[in-house]
């Protein structure tokens, strides 16, 4: 008996970011967009809560990502578990395409699909707002995961709701071989602002721009408080963001809290021949769907 369910990355159209909480989080105001980039979570019927990760291609390296209780799919069959007051057991397999601490969310991917791979396999039929609550404590982009499609994120992130998007848009993602840690980003950004206003920049203008269909708008909404500090402790990625605009993209945005920088296209096709001038580059589209189950033999 196994289930699979497919996740996708996430970028952040817009990412504002007030000045750090008492618990330490920074509030949030941010657009998600889920693109066409997957980790597959399979769960398979097992004695015991095991898990391994595979990578979906030779470019995908899966170094960094532990293979125990730390593993965020781990963690999320644990969380289900208690939740349903059992001990969840399952070998689960991660087949990771989403790069590794990339700001893409690929940990939370993985998280969003082992819950609704679990709840399926053992027939938990847990209701969609129980899920979000233990995606929000699994991580504050776990609950987009789940969600999909373009949606607002407030709170620290974890509270979702859809927007109206007439996409698709097309991506150029490019990844970077070395990974940057977010916590260090979100410290980083607060020595570059000491005196942060506590309220983060609303989306007004990306959750405008998305409702036109027009790349050119999307493109001069586009806007993320973390790039700042990720390019400083990162100076390589001001250079490809200035490359991939030289190369005819219509913008250049660090994804998340980086390294992965992403271009905005106005086509497929553009978006193919930007990729093809900057190595290493993807295409994807967005907005795609949230954890979805692809094979049932439960
Ligand atoms: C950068 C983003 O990906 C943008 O969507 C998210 O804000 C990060 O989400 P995430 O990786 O799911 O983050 P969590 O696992 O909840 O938190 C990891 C760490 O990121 C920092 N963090 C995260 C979210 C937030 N609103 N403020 C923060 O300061 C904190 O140092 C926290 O300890
Ligand atoms: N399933 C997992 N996949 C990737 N990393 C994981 C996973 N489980 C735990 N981790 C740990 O989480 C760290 C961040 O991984 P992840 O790929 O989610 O980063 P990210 O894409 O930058 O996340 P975000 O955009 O949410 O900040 C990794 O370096 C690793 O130590």
Known sequence: ???????????????????????????????????????????????????????????VEVVGVPDGPDHL??????????????????????????????????GSADAAA???????????????????????DLGSDVPFS???????????????????????WWWVVVPATAGLATPGVYAH??????????TPTPADAVLAALTTGEPAALARALHNDLEAAAVDLRPELGALLDRGVAEGALRGLVSGSGPTVLFLAESAEHARAVAGALEGALVAHGPVAGAHVVVDRA
């Open 73 to 106: 799919a781990h963690r999320a069959a644990v969380a289900l578990g208690r939740h349903h007051g059992r001990d969840l057991t399952a070998a689960l397999t991660v087949d990771k395409a989403i790069p590794v601490a990339g700001g893409l969310a690929g």
């Open 114 to 136: 082992a819950l609704v791979a679990l709840d399926r396999l053992h027939d938990l039929r847990t209701t969609d707002d129980d899920l979000l609550r233990l995606a929000a």
């Open 146 to 168: 789940l969600l999909g499609g373009t949606a607002l994120g407030t709170g620290r992130g974890e509270l979702v709701e859809p927007v109206a998007d007439t996409g698709p």
């Open 189 to 198: 950004l607060d020595r570059l602002r000491p005196d942060a206003d506590p």
């Open 1 to 59: 008996m196994s289930v699979t369910v497919r996740a996708a990355a996430k970028i952040n159209l817009h990412l504002g970011v007030g000045a750090p909480r008492d618990d330490g989080f920074h509030p949030l105001c941010t657009v998600y967009q889920a693109i066409s980039l997957y980790d597959d979570v399979t769960a398979t019927a097992d004695d015991v809560l095991g898990v391994r990760t595979t990578a979906a291609s030779p470019r």
